[in-house]
Nanobody, 118 residues
């Protein structure tokens, strides 16, 4: 059974940090590109960061560049999103996603709430 379980969300003040983790099971983690998405109330889900299978390439949304860092551990089947200098506009539900293009497979976690507020 495929599972992606996010953790680490919560309430933080502006300028603070949070570390989101996603634990994967039930599939060959090292074969999948891992991505973090977020969805704020009333907005479309947006891609925040992605990392290729061997961590060679990472990609970030312009809005988080220089503040967020994505990393993965293929031995532990985990992907982490380190979020620093958080802003109120980072408030959203954050989702872990595993994707491979061929054959096309796409798995999602249940999401974890991040709230940035004073």
């Amino acid at each position: 059974q495929v599972q992606l379980v996010e953790s680490g969300g919560g309430l933080v003040q502006p300028g603070g940090s949070l570390r989101l983790s996603c634990a994967a099971s039930g599939f060959t983690f090292s074969n999948y590109v891992m991505r973090w998405y977020r969805q704020a109330p009333g907005k479309e889900r947006e891609l925040v960061a992605s990392i290729t299978t061997t961590s060679l390439i990472t990609h970030y949304a312009n809005s988080v560049k220089g503040r967020f860092t994505i990393s993965r551990d293929n031995d532990k089947n985990t992907v982490v999103l380190q979020m620093n200098s958080l802003k109120p506009e980072d408030t959203a539900v954050y989702y872990c996603n595993a994707w491979r293009p061929s054959p096309s497979l796409d798995y999602w976690g249940q999401g974890t709430q991040v709230t940035v507020s004073s």
